[in-house]
């Protein structure tokens, strides 16, 4: 038996917490044939609608699901990084809860895993549905850290990473303020597989960031990983 750590962040997101626990345990046979364990860590971000609600009737009903609830909104980034502090599995993956990191495709994870990666990255290969200024936006932004970082960093590149337990306890080992999680998981190496898929629209809700949160993350992203 091997253990899974999923971790979701979640900010005010009653709507999608149940329909991504259905999602995702639509993988229980393909869990259960090879053998893995499932340990389902909701992150509340200081959410004030019912998320916290909808997670405990999880819980009442599937005792692999958990929470961690944050006394305020600290952001994504501290939320995914309390998810790994807290996580126990030999692999852990980060998902959002909208469903726009397809639980579906886990099984194709695990498999490159098995061939001896230590970890599988997504990312988009299209924007489709997203509004074109942050398209254009996030496109500027890898342009200029391609050019200044020498960490590798996708367009694109989603979250959404399937990770050996090795490779979590050498992120976990990073202990920065104002972390950039995407440039962190090229940072610390391993060998890492990309997967490719076409963007998926969020499935309820709305998107939780507006232009002023990504500069500011954007430049978080540019001070931690370039000189310049
Ligand atoms: N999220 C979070 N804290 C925040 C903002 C977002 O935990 O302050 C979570 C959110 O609930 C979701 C994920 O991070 O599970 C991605 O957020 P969102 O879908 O709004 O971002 P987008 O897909 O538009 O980049
Ligand atoms: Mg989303």
């Known amino acids: 038996m091997s253990l899974l750590s999923v971790i979701v962040p979640c900010y005010n997101e009653e709507e999608s917490v149940a329909l991504f626990y259905q999602e995702l345990t639509k993988n229980d046979p393909f869990f259960k044939e090879k053998e893995i364990e499932l340990e389902l860590l909701y992150i509340d971000d200081g959410s004030k609608d019912g998320t916290v609600r909808e997670v405990k009737k999880l819980i009442e009903q599937d005792s692999r699901v958990h929470i961690v609830s944050f006394s305020r909104n600290f952001g994504k980034e501290a939320a995914m990084f309390a998810g790994l502090e807290k996580s126990k599995g030999d692999y852990v993956v980060m998902m959002d809860v909208d469903l726009q990191d397809p639980p579906s495709l886990l099984p194709e994870m695990f498999e490159w895993i098995w061939q001896g990666y230590d970890s599988v990255a997504t990312r988009r ?33 989603r979250d959404y990473r399937l990770m050996t337990r090795q ?24 060998k890492t597989k990309w997967l490719e898929y076409e963007n998926v629209e969020r ?24 000189t310049a």
Request: no cysteine; charged share 25%; proline share 2%.
């Open 125 to 157: 290969v299209t924007r489709k549905g997203e509004p074109p200024i942050r398209s254009f936006f996030a496109r500027r932004f890898y342009h200029l850290m391609k050019k200044i970082s020498q960490t590798e960093m996708m367009d694109g590149a």
């Open 167 to 190: 490779m979590v306890d050498a992120i976990l080992s990073m202990r920065e303020y104002n972390r950039f999680t995407k440039g962190i998981f090229g940072w610390v190496g391993f």
């Open 203 to 226: 499935a309820k809700g709305e998107t939780k960031w507006n232009f002023w949160k990504l500069l500011v993350y954007s430049l978080d992203g540019i001070t931690a990983f370039s």
